[in-house]
């Protein structure tokens, strides 16, 4: 069968870091006995040798000790955002297999150096077997301890907003302050239709769900009286760690949701465009 991508990924840059390592380790060996080679000349030879052979000697010992450096990710990998798993379903694989190797390709991103990993949101198909990018989040977040982790997106008019709200905070919390909250309007007419759901209001929704998220996570109490979302006087426990918020990344085009954004900090996550009406 085939090598997992995790897996070969992990191999390949082990190869390259070893591969380098091993070259300065090796000339680093060569320095250091041709740097014990040389005491005859440096205390005993003639006066010119000495100083090209003490250098010599020195660069040696220096080399020698990369045999003690532990090996670090490529540079090509360092600080970049990690690809985006979406869980796409493989009709030869089980569900289960597909999750892991989503998190066994996020381990093996946080290993390589990269920034974050990305989570989809879809429902009742085999586009992705991801219907909560929120809980694998929280999932990854107990086997990683550096790479942040994002929702990519949660689609904000499939949700109850009052635990959609707690989430964000738990998973916040759960991952040490390590959550990018991506927020989406949703396209997908069959996914809304089960929901019992329209794309009709999609928009103002979503508007007043970004509006919700602000309110519920930086204030002790916190009331909504919007078209959409009436909210009474609450609090929640579950505050995010990051201050104000997570950072939140929108995907979608409207003016409004964009201005808000502006607003309060926020940013447009870029994605593609669909059709004309909705992202």
């Not at 060996?29 to 080679?37: D, L, T, Y």
């Not at 995010?240 to 949701?257: E, F, R, S, V």
Request: charged share 20%.
């Amino acid at each position: 069968g085939q090598m997992p991508v995790a897996e070969a990924i992990a191999l390949e840059v082990a190869g390259r870091d070893s591969g380098r390592y091993s070259r300065i380790r090796v000339w680093g060996s060569i320095g250091f006995i041709a740097g014990v080679a040389a005491t005859g000349p440096l205390f005993e030879g003639d006066g010119i040798l000495r100083l090209p052979m003490w250098l010599f000697a020195m660069m040696g010992c220096v080399l020698l000790c990369t045999w003690w450096l532990p090996d670090s990710p490529p540079r090509e990998a360092r600080g970049r955002p990690a690809p985006f798993w979406s869980a796409l379903r493989d009709p030869a694989k089980a569900a289960h297999r597909v999750f892991e190797e989503a998190a066994e390709q996020t381990i093996a991103a946080e290993q390589m150096g990269y920034s974050r990993s990305w989570y989809a949101e879809h429902h009742f198909s085999n586009y992705s077997l991801c219907p909560s990018p929120l809980m694998m989040a929280a999932h990854m977040a107990g086997r990683t301890r550096k790479i942040r982790l994002g929702t990519a997106v949660v689609v904000a008019p499939l949700y109850t907003p009052a635990r959609l709200l707690a989430e964000i905070g738990m998973v916040d919390i759960l991952s040490g302050g390590r959550l990018d909250l991506g927020i989406g309007m949703g396209y997908q007419q069959y996914e809304f239709d089960r929901f019992c759901s329209t794309l009709e209001n999609v928009r103002e929704f979503t508007g007043e769900m970004l509006e919700l998220i602000r309110l519920g996570l930086t204030q002790d109490a916190f009331e909504m009286q919007g078209k959409h979302i009436q909210f009474p006087r609450s609090s929640i426990s579950c505050k995010p760690l990051q201050k104000p918020t997570p950072p939140i990344w929108y995907a979608g085009g409207d003016p409004a949701h964009l201005a808000w954004l502006v607003r309060h900090g926020h940013t447009d996550r870029k994605s593609t465009r669909l059709n004309s009406s909705h992202t």
